[in-house]
């Protein structure tokens, strides 16, 4: 990870660590685990402890999912949601949205199809 500093980049993963800083109510050693790779990494966990659970099966629920991020991709970042449509799966989808600028460009169509298609040979 720190051979590549200046990336952008954005990873989410079935992690399964607990820790409050992404939902759970305590903590047990593969959050800790965890949080300490992203904070000897300076990554960013995108994940918000008041979302809703990333992982749903029956009664049982939990915030398994992590999204993570480098220091420049951070700042794209305009929203990071869980989703409630039904994804199939006991994981619910999750939606990452990053400030873009598009750029307006104009493109000439020809159809070549009825129109002296012979020039375009």
Not at 31 to 42: D, K, S, T
Not at 91 to 116: C, D, M, P, V, W
């Amino acid at each position: 990870m720190k051979t590549i500093p200046k990336e952008k980049f954005l990873v989410r993963a079935d992690l399964n660590g607990q820790n409050p800083l992404w939902g759970y109510s305590h903590s047990n050693p593969r959050g800790e685990a965890i949080l300490n790779f992203v904070l000897a990494n300076n990554l960013y966990i995108n994940n918000t402890p008041d979302a809703p659970p990333t992982f749903t099966r029956n009664t049982d629920k939990g915030w398994t999912d992590l999204t993570v991020c480098s220091q420049p991709r951070i700042e794209e970042i305009e929203n990071w949601e869980v989703l409630e449509e039904p994804s199939f799966s006991d994981h619910h989808f999750i939606q990452t949205n990053f400030k873009t600028t598009i750029t307006s460009h104009t493109f000439k169509g020809y159809n070549a199809l009825h129109r002296n298609h012979h020039k375009f040979k």
